[in-house]
Every structure is written in structure tokens, then in C-alpha cells.
């Protein structure tokens, strides 16, 4: 069922995704011959996603950094953790990287969780063996805060995202 539910929601196709502008955030194969690349484009003050087969993606959503669809880690846990959401006929392609930060051997994770509304369609986790693949990339656990505090925004600790009024 998720298979039908997850090629339906690639129907909208673009034919190319052009080479990341700026920071690869993810950029991964995430099973069954699909990649997922997510690319944090800060002089567009951007976000940039691409979903289907390496090269010839059959979806590409883009998300300003104003959209508010970025998450900032809450500081609580032993996660460090952050997304970037992309919006598109009624669902959401919310893209993450986490780290165990208390573990001195972890490996960054990540991959992207499709939800329509609150709930989740699917999850597709960035694949690999005891450690990253020559093809996947992962940014460093901050990519995205360091991202949106260069483009001016600052951190709502309180509503857990970001704004640009009263960074002062």
C-alpha cells in the first residue's frame, strides 16, 4: 500500500534537478533505486529538495527560508536533530539529519518522512552500510541553523522556528 501511496505522490514531475547551489543537507539512496537530495541554498535563501532515480528526479519541490517550514533542534535529548519541510498537494516531504550526540562512534542519519496532515504516509531513511556511503552525504548536524542566522533569521526557542522580526 505505502509503495502506491508514495508513486502516487511523484506524479507531479520535474525532468531535472540542477547540482546543489550551496549546502548538500542530504543526499542519499533510499532504497529501490531512489535518491533523495536536499540542498540548503543560502544566497537564493532557499531550500531545494529532489526525490526519484539518481539524475532524473521525479520530483522537485523548492521552499524559501521564509516558508517557516525549517525546524530547529529543541536542545532536549540526546538527538541533535533538524528538517526542512516541502509542501505540495496537500502533503508535506519533511526532510531530516539527526546525531546521537552522546555516542562517540554514531553516524549521522537521515532521510524524509511524507505526511498528509498529521499523519505519516511513509519513511525512507537514507541507506548504508557501517558507515556513509561513497553516495551519501550528510550535513553537519548545525548546516541549517548556521543557514538561516547568516540570512538574518534567529531562533523562536519558545514556538521552535525561525523569524526574521525581532532578531535583535
Not at 4 to 28: E, K, M, R, Y
Not at 152 to 167: K, L, N, Q, S, V
Request: hydrophobic share 40%.
Amino acid at each position: 500500500m505505502r509503495r502506491l501511496v508514495l508513486l502516487a505522490l511523484l506524479a507531479p514531475a520535474s525532468p531535472t534537478f540542477a547540482d546543489c547551489a550551496g549546502t548538500t543537507f542530504l543526499s542519499c539512496n533510499v532504497g529501490r533505486g531512489r535518491h533523495l537530495e536536499v540542498c540548503i541554498e543560502p544566497g537564493a535563501r532557499a531550500f531545494a529538495y529532489a526525490f526519484g532515480p539518481a539524475g532524473a528526479p521525479e520530483l522537485t519541490l523548492r521552499e524559501d527560508f521564509s516558508a517557516g517550514t525549517a525546524r530547529p533542534w529543541n536542545g532536549v535529548g540526546r538527538t541533535i536533530w533538524a528538517s526542512v519541510g516541502f509542501r505540495n498537494a496537500g502533503y508535506v516531504y519533511e526532510a531530516w539529519h539527526s546525531l546521537d550526540r552522546l555516542d562517540p562512534e554514531a553516524v549521522p542519519e537521515g532521510g524524509v518522512n511524507v505526511l498528509k496532515g498529521e499523519a505519516t504516509v511513509a519513511t525512507l531513511q537514507c541507506r548504508r552500510g557501517p558507515g556513509p556511503g561513497p553516495d551519501t552525504v550528510i550535513a553537519p548536524v548545525f548546516a541549517i541553523e548556521d543557514a538561516m542566522q547568516a540570512a538574518g533569521f534567529c531562533r523562536d526557542r519558545e514556538a521552535g522556528t525561525w523569524r526574521r522580526d525581532g532578531c535583535g
